[in-house]
């Protein structure tokens, strides 16, 4: 005979299961959001490219590309403008032209450039042009970074990125 039909005449002489009570009843929202708060981005190959037709036809004069302009030097400038305003890099690239100016020096130029990485990702680049030493380049963005660009890094979600590029110093012709 099996174990369970010879424990049957004992089971119904244990106590019932505690009651904890009944479940409650769970409300889930009637209505869920139906607009996102930007509109979906197109992934890759030809839809990119419509993407920034879409954006620079949407562009009214842009009063923020000439702020830039005052302290940038901008590359593929109709790109770099969609790219920003798309991303909204406008506030954080206006906000940081005092720290750049304070560690890299008022006269150092400054250049936005859109860069691509193998899976196709882009990130605007503001390069700051350096006539220096390398050591001293790299302290300063150092200094840069930690004054001011790691406290608001987080609010661009990867799409903006600063460094330095050594260039010539005509006063010598050489390279540093």
């Known amino acids: ?9 004992y089971l119904s002489q244990l106590p019932a299961p505690p009651s904890y009570g009944t479940r409650p009843e769970i409300s889930w929202p009637k209505e869920q959001p139906t607009a996102p708060h930007k509109p979906p981005r197109p992934v890759g190959g030809a839809s990119a490219e419509t993407h920034w037709q879409n954006c620079n036809r949407e562009m009214p004069p842009d009063r923020v590309i ?6 940038f030097v901008i590359d593929d400038a109709s790109r770099v403008a969609a790219f920003v ?3 909204r890099l406008s506030g954080p690239l206006l906000e940081a032209k005092d720290p750049l100016d304070s560690v890299f020096g ?14 196709g990702s882009l990130t605007l680049f503001c390069l700051v ?27 661009v979600h990867g799409k903006l990125n600063f460094d330095f590029e050594l260039v010539l110093c005509r006063s010598t012709g050489t390279a540093t």
């Open 1 to 9: 005979m099996s174990a369970l039909l010879q424990s049957a005449p």
């Open 66 to 71: 000439a702020d830039l302009r005052k302290t």
């Open 85 to 87: 305003r798309w991303n």
């Open 106 to 119: 008022d006269a150092a130029v400054k250049r936005l450039s859109l860069l691509s990485d193998e899976e």
């Open 129 to 155: 042009m350096v006539p220096g030493d390398m050591e001293e380049a790299r302290r300063a963005l150092r200094s840069f970074d930690q004054q001011w660009w790691l406290a608001r890094c987080g609010r």
